[in-house]
């Protein structure tokens, strides 16, 4: 039986989600352009790539003529919800606390950040 698709975001597609959200309404060349600029990648493997995309909900067709052009289908916030739930999900057994205390507990934020925590945390309680 086949595996659902993902709707979370992989690290490539979060890629195009990003030079999308900077950029707005992109053709495929266009984000394929950006994306050059960091690494070697195929057009074709780009213009799969959205094209899978959309089929999951995380990029929209806006305009049919040639060339394409694709807006997210997600926000930045969205995107790191869908992230976050994948990884509390997969390496806490579904608990965010468990995720939040072991990111503190790794003292991985800065005391800026900690004190931001502790705030919301009281206004949580």
Do not use: C
């Not at 995380?58 to 040639?66: A, C, G």
């Not at 807006?71 to 869908?82: L, N, P, Q, T, V």
């Not at 205390?101 to 004190?115: A, D, M, R």
Request: net charge positive.
């Amino acid at each position: 039986m086949a595996r659902p698709r993902s709707t979370t975001p992989t690290p490539g597609e979060m890629e195009i989600l990003r030079v999308i959200w900077q950029k707005g309404p992109s053709p495929v060349k266009e984000v394929h352009e950006e994306l050059r600029k960091g690494r070697p990648v195929a057009l074709t493997t780009v213009a799969s790539m959205m094209q899978l995309m959309e089929d999951k909900g995380l990029l929209k067709l806006v305009d049919q003529n040639r060339p394409f052009r694709y807006e997210a289908g997600i926000d930045a916030d969205g995107a790191r919800d869908s992230l976050l739930k994948d990884v509390a999900n997969r390496a806490f057994n579904g608990s965010s606390r468990s995720l939040v205390l072991h990111l503190l507990s790794k003292k991985q934020l800065p005391k800026e950040k900690l004190e931001q925590v502790e705030k919301l945390i009281d206004e949580i309680e």
